[in-house]
């Protein structure tokens, strides 16, 4: 009998609702605009339905400001109606489905209308009565089935498609969930978001805040405490992880020149973000099998963002850094030919400091190095300050910047005390030289590709080798075995080593030939002089050297015996040369087996 009553009641109150939908789109859209601060229309049918319990439906719904900043058109509303405020006459639409919304958003306006609840609560002072009053406000919840985002942010347009998703925040001061998934730039993304007091983020004040972002290229997530407002920033603990950080930035459309994938990504930190910048200490980065943590500094300063960073790396490889790199020589062995493909490096600054305890490119390796990247105005430069390297130091600066003939590239390199042999092993797979090296090279070039690259080099190095030797050849063995068994010698040269004391050289490049001038070397019984060219572009060398015997203090006389050698050939195919018919003058059983040269004829009657 009771229940009957009530239904009665409420039948009799809701009577004007059942018969006159134009009433009843009045109700809730006086409900609506006073939570939203939109302005509500309808141009289908409206009804409202008392079982199986109360709700409402709305056909071709329209939400929308003054101002055109925000346009949500929903094929259908359908409403939740509370019971209890239906006894006493009131409609309140407890929670909202929107079929099929289309939404417009444009960022780049401000929007325009009544204040809606959200808009009072962030007016109200924080700690009065009236924060009070606008946290006690009902909001709701509102869920979205297979709808439509069109957002613009800077003249630039961006695409939500099929969006499920579902908003619960029932009291303004209460919390305030998100969830909801979509398709973007043909991604499927699934977000969350909490925020413990939203009514005092409103109004600038610190709230807890959690969210997270997945999908197939991505996954992140932040806790921390945020705010909004004139002190707007968030302080907590950011993580993300991606298969390819270069695959991630391009679903955002951020065209970030990234040397290599990026793969297998994953960073952490405790983060501080506020509008123009973002502080990331302590921070943890795994990228392509290398591991850094330091600090990172991302600013935004006249509309161009700089990236500092601090990182130190137990081990480091170079070799996924250079994985998009064009190759340096062909397959036929010949500089490559293919064009250099420069990025656009302008879009940023970059100043990286990485401190690296081991790093290794192919087989060569560096140990204790101080590393450091800039990026200023489309320039790259990449230094290694200084390092330790095959028992020596090791100091190398390069810079790249884009030029009208394609690709402007200034290098220096300095290496001081480095054991060559093993720097020649791990470098060309022939340890041809061994010894303390010190040496310095200063380049620079322009060039569309290597082979053109290499055509324009120009610079100058310096070699200097002590307490070292050359493999493949004893220069001592054969000058004290030249005068007694000059044909043995001839053999002999071709095998051993030569001990050096020191050795050195000076070259000078212009337009891809480098000249070697200045040779000198010395050993134990003998000295060398030597000079030549390189052919860069062709990758040739050609070297005369003359080894003459010495004594123990490496003085040689006018008479000493002296042998001249020839070394010539690709870089990969050098060989050594002789003088055979002068082995073969030397043999006194030898000799008489060469030709004889007759002597040129005389003018006059005796020669006739």
Known sequence: MAAGAAMAAIAAVVAPWLFSPGALMDAVADQLQGSSG???????RTSFSLFPRPSIAVEGVAFADH??????????LRGDVDVLPLIAGRLRVASVKLVRPRAHIDLDRKPAGAPGAA???????????????????????????????????????YALERINANFEWRRIGEAAALTGAFDFNGERLEAILWVARPGALLRGEPSVVTTR???????????????????????GRAAASAPSAQQTLQLFGVAAPLPGPFADAQFSAQATLAPGEAHFKGARLFVDGNEFHGDIDLQKEDGRPTLTAALQSEFLSLRPF???????????????????????????????????????????????????????????EFAITQARAYRGGLKFRASIAPSPDGLALRADAQTTAVDAGPL??????????????????AVDGVGDRMATLMQSLNGRASVALVDGEISGVDLGKALRRLETRPLSSAVDIRSGRSALDAASATVKIENGVADIAEGVARGPGFTL???GSANLPERNLAVRAVAREADSAGQTANSAQSIALDLAGRWDELALGLDAQAFIRRSDAAAPLLPR????????????
Not at 38 to 44: F, I, K, M, Q, S
Not at 67 to 76: D, K, T
Not at 434 to 440: R, S
């Open 38 to 44: 939109l302005y509500v229309a309808a141009r289908g």
């Open 67 to 76: 101002n055109g900043a925000l346009l949500i058109e929903s094929s259908e």
């Open 119 to 157: 808009a009072r609560a962030a007016a109200a002072k924080p700690a009065t009565l009236e924060a009070a009053a606008a946290d006690n406000v009902r909001f709701g919840a509102v869920s979205i089935v297979d709808g439509d985002a069109r957002i613009t942010y800077r003249s630039r347009v």
């Open 213 to 235: 972002l997945d999908g197939k290229s991505l996954r992140a997530e932040a806790q921390g405490v945020g705010q909004l407002g004139a002190n707007a920033r968030f302080e």
């Open 322 to 380: 250079l994985a998009d790199a064009p190759p340096l020589v062909a397959a036929n062995g010949q500089w490559s030919d293919q064009p250099f493909n420069l990025p656009d490096l302008s879009g940023a600054d970059v100043d990286l400091h990485l401190t690296v305890g081991h790093a290794r490119l192919g087989r060569l390796k560096v140990e204790d190095a101080a590393i450091e990247v800039t990026l200023r105005d489309g320039a790259a």
């Open 424 to 441: 020649l092993w791990d470098a060309y797979g022939k340890p041809v030289l061994a010894g303390a090296l010190n040496a310095t090279l």
């Open 529 to 531: 002089a030597f000079g």
């Open 597 to 608: 040269l007759d002597p040129p004829p005389q003018d006059g009657p005796a020669a006739q």
